[in-house]
């Protein structure tokens, strides 16, 4: 079923309550506080250069990362729990409470959804203390225990026709075939989002119960394949396995059973993994998706064994992805799929950017982040969060994007609430409530400020609490307000971007309560290190102008930023589906028809001349007579919805001297 386009906010009448309350718990009431995060019983092997900051101790304030937040949550709070579990529950012989949701909750990839779910409801819990939340991850966790107690082995899973592929693998063969995992389509790679979620529930959605199952579905897991050697398992892992050697390893960090490591280790796919510990490049033709999770995995088994063949290869994949196969907005592949490094001109499908890629890069994004401090991530992580994860969310449905087309003249299409959950809706419910786990972090001295995001964070071992109020990007300042009890020693390191560093002569500005202040780019990063008062108002302003990126194989081909923000051609509705954007097939309107679009006979290098700022309208530009046939208005992407856009941009031949 095709859904008409519906009114701004139309599916969320139900959860007007919900959005009511989760307003008034935000700034923590005392009976809805953030929890504290669950300690890990095995402390990483490696010293973590920038340590992430808990969940519950930054807090979102007035902006459009909190809109897009709320937007998500009400989702969420919509969606019918038991729909989700109605095949864990009938496959374990219980009747069901609720008919099944549609899309692919109705197909051989059933319960990957629950998992998604469990892990987004539990980060916004661990954010805003809401009991309501609580008692719905609660509900979900004891209804899975219930499933798994029926059952009676600890495996509990939705997916269906799964039984004999289990028996299958645990007996290593069957009438003398190799694994035929794809009759189920991905059944590791489903298991792998329910681990996932229970680990999340118990770590941050405070369910204590969530370990209980997820450590026995584990011990079933361990048991089953116990008797497949080395070359099984391989032939196993050709099938999409999604993350499941970091869900293990995260398990093995949280109950110190080492069995769960060993056998997050036995899900290493050979093929695709020790090329990349051997720094040798071999992604091409791969699907994108499956590999970004194996790897992710990697960076975690690094942080826990300190084995430096895991970083060689989770950091020489991120360098890889983010040279030869990233597009401006951050997203990546084609079809799914990586193509020649370097090679992106022609690859500027429907197709493009699959937005679960970018979420999966983005979690190891963090990971490498944490082990070495380096701003190269903390770059891509804002050009990859502002351009393309923001605007994957439909403002007025709050419903999501599978791929973001960058074919020039075409447009975003929407999942339906409740007959879609294609793996990027899944993921999608995360990325709306994960917005706060990118903007700080902390080591023994200071705290790195890599996003300018409205928020406010509890440094809780200084003793310092940061206020940052901005409305970036429509400004380009942000000021940081300090409340202390005591005065405190400490350096505040604010990311000084890349997009700034390419600017002759350009660098951040700071005043500290009014005057002006000198700081030194240090590894980038501005620090102001000194004795905290309460009060203190330190503000910045970041130098944004134009500017230009050309395709890697083609420098008249470029596309067009103000700052960090990728801006669009904003083309139109003209024949765009009568029937609207929002499609339960993510394909559905891949082949759709697209008009031709302008090109620009301008040169890059004198962009400010032809390239107008349109007066009252934050973020907005006209192009200055270089159109043809005609001028464009351009504005940023994430903005760009229901109507027709370009990314990039043909250049008319560049004339001789």
Known sequence: MIMNRPVPLRFFAAAVASLMMLAGCRSGSPDEQPSPPVQQRIANAVVLEARPVPLQNVQLLDGPFRDAMDRDVAYLMRLDPDRFLHYFRTLAGLDARAPLYGGWESMQIAGHSLGHYLTALSYYYAQSGNAEVGDRIEYIVSELAAAQDARGSGYVAGIPDADSLWTQIQTGNVDGRPFNLNGVWVPWYTLHK????????????????????VSGLADWAYATTSGLDHDQWQEMLKAEHGGMNEALADLYALTGDRRYLELSRKFHHDAVLNPLAQRVPALEGLHANTQIPKVIGLARQYQLTGNDSLLTAASFFWNEMISGHTYVIGGNSEGEHLGTPGKLSDRLGTSTAETCNTYNMLRLTKYLFEVSADPRYADYYEQALFNHIFGSQDPETGMFTYFVSLKPGHFKTYSTPDSSFWCCVGSGMEN????????????????????????????????????????????????FSVAVDNPVEAGVKVRVPSWVDAQPNESLIATLNGQPVDVAEVEGYATIRREWQDGDRLVIEYPMRLRVQAMPD????????????????????????????????QRKYLDYPDPSVPTLD???????????????????????????????????????????YTVYWDLAPAKRR
């Open 554 to 585: 083609n420098d008249r081909r470029i596309a067009i930023l103000y700052g960090p923000i990728v801006l669009a051609g904003a083309l139109g509705t003209d024949d765009m589906p009568p029937e609207g954007d929002i499609a339960q097939d």
């Open 602 to 644: 301008a040169e890059p290098a004198d962009i400010a001349s032809w390239l107008k700022p349109v007066a009252g309208e934050p973020l907005t530009f006209r192009t200055d007579g270089v159109g043809r046939p005609n001028d464009v208005t351009l504005i940023p992407f994430y903005r760009v919805h229901h109507q027709r």
């Open 194 to 213: 329910l681990f996932a979620g229970l680990v999340d529930a118990y770590r941050y959605g405070g369910s204590e119960q969530a370990l209980a199952v």
């Open 432 to 479: 709306h409530v994960r917005y706060t786990e990118g903007i700080y972090f902390t080591n023994d001295s200071d705290v790195f400020v890599n996003l300018p995001i409205a928020s406010e964070l509890l440094w809780a071992e200084k003793g310092i609490r940061l206020r940052q109020e901005t409305r970036f990007p429509d400004e380009n300042r942000v000021t």
